[in-house]
Structures are given as C-alpha cells and as structure tokens.
Antibody
Framework: VQLVQSGAEVKKPGASVKVSCKASGYTFTAHYIHWVRQAPGQGLEWMGRINPNSGATDYAQKFQGSVTMTRDTSISTAYMELSRLKYDDTAVYYC???????????WGQGTLVTVSS | QTVVTQEPSLTVSPGGTVTLTCASSTGAVTSGYYPIWFQQKPGHAPRALIYSTNNKHSWTPARFSGSLLGGKAALTLSTVQPEDEAEYYCLLFYGDAWVFGGGTKLTVL
C-alpha cells in the first residue's frame, strides 16, 4: 500500500497548483483521501478530504473557496488544486489515506509547493 | 473556529516517563473525537503511532500508549529513548472536519 505524489512546484502569486496522489496496493474507492499541509518550520494543517467512491468532499473552513479536491478512479489518483496562491501557501502538501478505524496511514512523500515571484 | 491545544515543548530524561496532552476548545475530548497521535522527525512525513484513542500500529513501540486523561487525549511515553526526540501531533475528529494540534516538540536530554 502506498501513495505517490507528484513533484515539486514553483508558482507565482495568484496562480493555481494541482498536486496528484496516486494510490496503489489497495482498493482506491474504499478509503477517504485527506490532504494536509505543513509550512516551513510550522505544524500540520488539515485541508480537507475526498471520498474517492462518491467524489464527495469536506474542506476546512479556511480553505473553502480556494481548494478543490477531485479524483480519477480509472487511475486511482486523487488531486488537490489550490487557487489564488499567496506567499504563505508555500508548504509541503501531503496526502494520506484514512483507514477503517479512524487512522491515517500511509502518507504520501509530500510535495513542496513554493510560491515566489 | 475550533482550536486544539498541545504543550509547545517538553523535556524528558532518557529512561523517564512523559505525558503529552491534547485539548479541544469545544470541551472535553472523548473517544468520539477518535484521537490520533503522530510522530514526525525532521524531513519526514508524519507517522501515526496511536489511533482511535489507544490503538497501536504494528510499528508502535510498546512504550507508547494513548488514553483520555482529565478531559484531554493523552500520549504517554514510558522508558523514553533518545530516538523518541521528535515532534508529536494530535489530530481530532469533528464530524465533517479534522483539526490538528499545534504540536509538541519533545526533547530527550
């Protein structure tokens, strides 16, 4: 079971970024995928989750209107798109699978998104 | 806005015992918040040690245990080892959202 994320990105302020998270080793549609970010030297921040089976999403209030989580079940991949990027969106973005029993494992390796002019 | 509070930092001697706590601004933490405890070392992704209050993974050392204590979720490390020095985060479930605590930097000294 593993989650493999797309590579690092550098974006300008105001642009959008889309990070992918490819799942393998399990039935993709059976488990929520969550997205978590960590700014440099800071703590973990839950952004939201997607139900890969239905496509239903829940977003943290802070990210309502700026984040969109989607999935493509044909390739077992979840996506997180963040729009209207600001400098303080610079962070490592992680995806994580929610297991039965309310557990988060495994995690992707993380994707560094740098917002810079 | 819901806030989850952890001790910013704690120091423990090797071989000692330390308890980290996780409080919710909404009131007492119960099992219905499904507390999860993560360990994170620099440059690595977090890894869950404890889930649903007190359940361990196969890789969780026996010296780690989770509980509810005085209205908070708690992570207790017994017989602390130098390799336990890390950042620890709790995560709580609020129905349609999850919220992380700010993290506890544990120093083994």
């Amino acid at each position: 079971v593993q989650l493999v994320q797309s590579g690092a990105e550098v974006k300008k302020p105001g642009a959008s970024v889309k990070v992918s998270c490819k799942a393998s080793g399990y039935t993709f549609t059976a488990h929520y995928i969550h997205w978590v970010r960590q700014a440099p030297g800071q703590g973990l921040e839950w952004m939201g989750r997607i139900n890969p089976n239905s496509g239903a999403t829940d977003y943290a209030q802070k990210f309502q209107g700026s984040v969109t989580m989607t999935r493509d079940t044909s390739i077992s991949t979840a996506y997180m798109e963040l729009s209207r990027l600001k400098y303080d969106d610079t962070a490592v973005y992680y995806c994580a699978r929610q297991n039965f029993g309310y557990d988060f494992d495994p995690w992707g390796q993380g994707t560094l998104v740098t917002v810079s002019s | 806005q819901t806030v989850v509070t952890q001790e910013p930092s704690l120091t423990v001697s090797p071989g000692g015992t330390v308890t980290l706590t996780c409080a919710s601004s909404t009131g007492a933490v119960t099992s219905g918040y499904y507390p999860i405890w993560f360990q994170q070392k620099p440059g690595h992704a977090p890894r869950a040690l404890i889930y649903s209050t007190n359940n361990k993974h196969s890789w969780t050392p026996a010296r780690f245990s989770g509980s509810l204590l005085g209205g908070k979720a708690a992570l207790t490390l017994s017989t602390v080892q130098p390799e336990d020095e890390a950042e620890y985060y709790c995560l709580l479930f609020y129905g349609d959202a999850w919220v992380f605590g700010g993290g506890t930097k544990l120093t083994v000294l």
